[in-house]
Each structure stands twice: as structure tokens, then as C-alpha cells.
């Protein structure tokens, strides 16, 4: 299971259950020593929009578009695998349950899959979260 920081948005970590890939929510270090009078991160605001942003571009299967978005979340301050576990990974979440409830094909779920492999593939990790 991976742990998010909910305030700064950034990836603290993994635990247990290892084979689990859902997201748990928390507070990290940094975070929580400044705590006291903690307003809402800016790293919030740019992960909520980037995971609208992303929707829209993988649906509309708009790479360029996808591309810009994640640059400007990059240059704001998340890492890459923060867009790729805090953003891209509910992203992908959120493709499935459409695709479960009808609201898109089974084609449309293979498109952006396919879509987010590509920007995976943009994504640079240099170095490890």
C-alpha cells in the first residue's frame, strides 16, 4: 500500500500490504513539524487540478496537453513519483470505475491506458522516492 502526504502531496512511502496498490492518506514528517497554523500546500491544488487535467487529456487522448499539465505540476514542486502514484495512479482508478459503471467502453479504458503508459514514458525519475 502506498502512504501520500495529504497536505504536501508527495509519496512517503510504502507498507504493508505490499501487493496492495491502493493509496493511504497521512501526514509526513515535514508536514507534521509544521503543522501548527497549516494552511492547504499549493502541492494540493496543483495535484487536484493535474488529476482533472490528466482526465480530460487521457480521455480526449490529448498527449500534448497531458504533457504541458505535468510539467507545470513538476515545475510547482511535485515529483515524478508523486504525479505518477498521487496523480496518475487515481487516475487510472477513477478510468476503471467509469469503465465498470458503463459510462465508457471497454476500448476507452484500453485508450487511456495506453495514453498513460505514453506519459509514464515522459516521466523522468532520477532519483528514487
Known amino acids: 500500500m502506498f502512504r501520500w502526504c495529504a497536505y504536501c502531496q508527495h509519496l512517503i512511502g510504502e507498507v504493508p500490504p505490499y ?17 501548527e497554523g497549516f494552511e492547504i500546500a499549493a502541492g494540493v491544488l496543483h495535484a487536484k487540478s493535474l488529476f482533472e487535467q490528466l482526465e480530460r487529456a487521457g480521455r480526449g487522448g490529448d498527449l500534448e496537453a497531458s504533457e504541458t499539465a505535468v510539467r507545470e505540476a513538476l515545475a510547482a514542486g511535485l515529483r515524478p513519483s508523486d504525479v505518477l502514484v498521487g496523480v496518475l495512479h487515481p487516475v487510472l482508478g477513477r478510468i476503471g470505475q467509469l469503465w465498470a459503471s458503463g459510462a465508457i467502453t471497454v476500448g476507452d479504458e484500453h485508450r487511456f491506458t495506453a495514453f ?14
Open 19 to 35: 501487493d496492495d496498490f491502493r493509496v493511504s492518506h497521512g501526514m509526513c514528517a515535514a508536514c507534521f513539524r509544521g503543522a
Open 116 to 129: 498513460a503508459l505514453q506519459l509514464i514514458d515522459h516521466l523522468r525519475f532520477d532519483e528514487r522516492p
